[in-house]
Structures are given as structure tokens and as C-alpha cells.
């Protein structure tokens, strides 16, 4: 069955700690996308990436950084900069451009 | 730059036909809009996207002027399950993604 996972669902990161969040994707699709979502707001886009080893800065990059090696792959990492980590994380994948985004479950991450 | 706007919240009841509509500028020309739908705690999910005129599938219909600064989502008769956040998503003129505030609908009995 086709679709995108994420892990973990829960994460719970430590001040000054670097955290990584996992989005795989079976979906054989070019573009991948991490967004951010804070309680009852809307998302808000960190990077996105439309090849393999290639990625852009979405609207709030600082403090984040990813990596696409692989087609699949699409981790994000929450680093010590980011200074109010606390949110939902949601992966996306689509074909590009405009085209329907599938999104994963989510990753809750909280700040011990 | 392009801005999208859409209701924070709406109200309707079971049965009824919901339009939530989302005001956009500057938008590519090419490009499709799209809407989405958001349970809690849960990824955003693919409703209906279109590029102009009228788009309707099993769930859901989309209407867009000819000037495409503004479009609209129909559900016809809702159910207590239809409530949910409602976002619109567009691409402005450099292709870059704008997500609507999204619209928090709730269906009373």
C-alpha cells in the first residue's frame, strides 16, 4: 500500500539537543516537503525538495536542515537553533509543481 | 506577492450544502488550485483541485471565476464527519506554494 511514513509520532528533544525526524515515501514521487504547524494555525513550509540532491529554504528555514540522498528519503532535522521547536511536523510528497501533495501522519514534537 | 484569504470558521448543519470560499492575487497563471482537509492531528488530506470553470468529483465540488482570484469549495449535504479545517492552496506569479489560514468548519446535528 502506497503512501508516506513518518517516525516518530511522538519525539521528545531535550534543550540544546539536535533532533531528526524520518519521512519515507513509496509513492515514487520527485518533490518532498516538511511543514510546520502550531497549535490551531495553519502550515507553514521549512524546505522542500524537488530531485534527489537538491532542496530549497520554504518560509522558516533557520534552525532546520534537511537532506534528500535518496529518492525515498526526505529527513528533517531540528537543530539547538531552532529556540521554540515545540509543534507538529507534517511530511508531504507529490509529483511536483502544483500537483496533489500526500501527506504523512505527523511527528509531535515536544521540548522536555 | 500573493495572498490568500479565507473565513477562520463556519457553522452549518446535517444536510445542508457548505460553500467556503478563498480569496487569491497574484496567482500563477498556469496553475492549479487546490483544496485540502485537515482532522485533528492527522495530515491534511486532497479534496478537489482545478484550473478553471468548474471541477466536481464524488466528494466535493470547486468553482473558479474566469479571473481565478477567487475560488470555491462546495460539499453538498454534509455530515457530522465533514467537520473538519478546510485549506485552499495556490501558486503565486515566482511558483512559490501559498497555503490559505485555513477554515475551521463545524456541522451541528
Known amino acids: 500500500d502506497g503512501g508516506i511514513t513518518q517516525s516518530p509520532k511522538y519525539l521528545f528533544r531535550k534543550e540544546g539537543q539536535n533532533v531528526t525526524l524520518s519521512c519515507e515515501q513509496n509513492?515514487?514521487?520527485?518533490?518532498m516537503y516538511w511543514y510546520r504547524q502550531d497549535p490551531g494555525q495553519g502550515l507553514r513550509l521549512i524546505y522542500y525538495?524537488?530531485?534527489?540532491?537538491?532542496?530549497q529554504k520554504g518560509d522558516i528555514a533557520e534552525g532546520y536542515s534537511v537532506s534528500r540522498e535518496k529518492k525515498e528519503s526526505f529527513p528533517l532535522t531540528v537543530t539547538s537553533a531552532q529556540k521554540n521547536p515545540t509543534a507538529f511536523y507534517l511530511c508531504?510528497?507529490?509529483?511536483?509543481?502544483?500537483?496533489?501533495?500526500?501527506f504523512g501522519d505527523g511527528t509531535r514534537l515536544s521540548i522536555l | 506577492l500573493a495572498k490568500t484569504t479565507q473565513p477562520i470558521s463556519m457553522d452549518s448543519y446535517e444536510g445542508q450544502e457548505v460553500n467556503i470560499t478563498c480569496s487569491h492575487n497574484?496567482?500563477?497563471?498556469?496553475?492549479?488550485i487546490t483544496w485540502y482537509q485537515q482532522f485533528p492531528s492527522q495530515g491534511p488530506r486532497f479534496i478537489i483541485q482545478?484550473?478553471?470553470?468548474?471541477v466536481t468529483n464524488e466528494v466535493a465540488s470547486l468553482f473558479i471565476p474566469a479571473d481565478r482570484k477567487s475560488s470555491t469549495l462546495s460539499l453538498p449535504r454534509v455530515s457530522l464527519s465533514d467537520t473538519a479545517v478546510y485549506y485552499c492552496?495556490?501558486?503565486?506569479?515566482?511558483?512559490?506554494?501559498?497555503w490559505g489560514a485555513g477554515t475551521k468548519l463545524i456541522i451541528k446535528p
Open positions: 508531504a510528497s507529490s509529483t511536483g509543481g502544483g500537483q496533489p501533495q500526500h
Open positions: 509513492l515514487n514521487h520527485d518533490a
Open positions: 525538495s524537488q530531485i534527489v540532491n537538491d532542496f
Open positions: 497574484n496567482i500563477a497563471t498556469n496553475d492549479y
Open positions: 482545478g484550473y478553471k470553470t468548474k
Open positions: 492552496l495556490v501558486m503565486d506569479s515566482n511558483y512559490q506554494l501559498i
